[in-house]
């Protein structure tokens, strides 16, 4: 039963991570749902992260290899430093900084607190409703070669909010760079880029942490698992999310995150389910 448990959340992982509807909000509130009724925990979550973020890599792979060539070079002088594709390399290190810090800043209120279906059902609301000003208002003018250092940091910042479940990695990142002006296509392709460095990182800290741990949920060969079928997944809902974005408004997304949000309220409220 865990396996199965394993893979229909992995089905969800795929499903979620890209969208900005938050994956690690669906697979807290989604797991209670399963016959064990328990939290995945957030090793789990971000273990399987890493097979969608592998599909990142996959997806954007010339455009990764050009920026880490371009920006090896420029260390090296052998191409300037304002290369388009170098300094994109610095600015995906610079923004992955807030995150890297907070996150091992707070790593235990991230596995706890952080982890209330009262807070998620709240950030679900607020957040959609802050991407849905954002889309509405940003002036969406912004190309991604036009993007600044102090724009970088932002984004950074707007990321590390995703440590809280239900505020979306994705979400976040994308209503920054809309507020900030950026076209919804340039939004989302930094943002997918800038994950990289923090996701592996979280992923595999986790992985290596919890190695060996009897007290986790699921086994590894189970996470395992998960996170493959989460990167089969999350190669079409890539393509499917650059594709939408390009032609299509986030507003589908912020309804539902509205719609979800406040059918947890009820459903906590009601006592339906556990808040815990």
């Not at 669906?26 to 957030?42: K, N, Q, T, V």
């Not at 060539?69 to 995906?92: C, E, H, T, V, Y």
């Not at 939408?244 to 719609?259: A, D, E, H, N, T």
């Amino acid at each position: 039963m865990h396996l199965l448990e394993a893979l229909i959340l992995g089905v969800l992982q795929g499903l979620t991570e890209f969208l900005p509807i938050s994956s690690s909000a669906h697979l807290r509130i989604f797991g209670i749902f399963l016959p064990s009724g328990e939290d995945p925990g957030a090793a789990f979550t971000a273990i399987t992260q890493i097979g969608t973020e592998a599909a990142v890599v996959v997806f954007f792979w010339r455009d990764i290899v050009r920026i880490i060539r371009q920006w090896f070079r420029s260390l090296a002088g052998k191409a300037p430093r304002n290369d388009p594709d170098a300094r994109m390399g610095w600015l995906i290190i610079i923004g992955s900084i807030p995150i890297v810090v907070l996150g091992l800043l707070f790593q235990d209120k991230i596995e706890t607190v952080l982890r209330s279906l009262w807070l998620i059902a709240i950030m679900l609301i607020g957040f959609g409703i802050l991407l849905g000003i954002a889309d509405y208002m940003g002036a969406k003018k912004r190309k991604l070669d036009q993007l600044t250092y102090p724009h970088g940091v932002a984004y950074g910042f707007a990321q590390a909010l995703a440590l809280v479940p239900g505020v979306s990695r994705s979400g976040g990142t994308i209503t920054m760079g809309l507020f900030l002006g950026y076209e919804r296509a340039a939004a989302a392709r930094y943002a997918f880029l800038l994950a990289i460095p923090a996701v592996f990182g979280s992923g595999f800290y986790q992985l290596f942490k919890h190695w060996d741990d009897p007290n986790q949920h699921f086994g590894l060969g189970e996470t395992f698992a998960a996170t493959g079928i989460a990167f089969v997944i999350a190669l079409g809902v890539i393509a499917f999310f650059m594709n939408w974005i390009s032609k299509r408004s986030f507003l589908p997304f912020v309804i539902y995150r509205i719609l979800l949000g406040t059918a947890l309220i009820v459903l906590l409220a009601t006592g339906t389910v556990p808040a815990l």
